[in-house]
T-cell receptor
């Protein structure tokens, strides 16, 4: 069964600190992996996307890594800001169907305190 | 920021009422999607469309129906709302020719059925 598991479920950090969120997946065949940020009451917004051949991708203070062999990804946030408080969702796409099915994790709820 | 809109943002209604959730995008995307998301849970695809007059059911069974008469408009209808329909509904779209998973999300409609 294709699945995406994220950890931790929730995380609280102080402003200015770094943190790393984890994503493990069993989706096969694998097409790409995307990290989304979802603010409370809003729709998800894409942060990074990585294909099989990419092992790191940065977007400002966000850096995603991918190990396609172990089927693991991480999202590292540097020098956190209050506006980083949100749910971070790992989404994996397969290429086994014409739809290119998306598999969503449940997200990690990040809270940044001043 | 993606030009995809959903109305209403919040809706509280009584059991048995008929409701329509609106979704519109101004990007000319052929592909559109409806997801259902409960708090702390992953997004579940309930409907999708590849273009005008094309609609398909997604992974999660839903009593809702959709229509796609115009490219930019993809409304979702519940003929008789029940408390079990209480959830957040997210609309998304993706461009033709792009990766299937390059989806842009609207802000969502939070539905509460009493």
């Amino acid at each position: 069964k294709n699945q995406v598991e994220q950890s931790p479920q929730s995380l609280i950090i102080l402003e200015g600190k770094n943190c790393t969120l984890q994503c493990n997946y069993t989706v096969s065949p694998f097409s790409n992996l995307r990290w989304y940020k979802q603010d409370t009451g809003r729709g998800p917004v894409s942060l990074t996307i990585m294909t099989f051949s990419e092992n790191t991708k940065s977007n400002g203070r966000y850096t995603a890594t991918l190990d396609a062999d172990t089927k693991q990804s991480s999202l590292h946030i540097t020098a956190s800001q209050l506006s980083d408080s949100a749910s971070y969702i790992c989404v994996v796409s397969d290429r086994g169907s014409t739809l290119g099915r998306l598999y969503f994790g449940r997200g990690t709820q990040l809270t940044v305190w001043p | 920021e993606a030009d995809i809109y959903q109305t209403p943002r919040y809706l509280v209604i009584g059991t048995g009422k008929k409701i329509t959730l609106e979704c519109s995008q101004t990007m000319g995307h052929d592909k559109m999607y409806w997801y259902q998301q409960d708090p702390g849970m992953e997004l579940h695809l309930i409907h999708y469309s590849y273009g005008v007059n094309s609609t398909e059911k997604g992974d999660l069974s839903s009593e809702s129906t959709v229509s796609r008469i115009r490219t930019e408009h993809f409304p979702l209808t519940l003929e008789s709302a029940r408390p079990s329909h209480t959830s957040q509904y997210l609309c998304a779209s993706s461009p033709t020719g792009g990766a299937e998973d390059t989806q842009y999300f609207g802000p969502g409609t939070r539905l509460t059925v009493l």
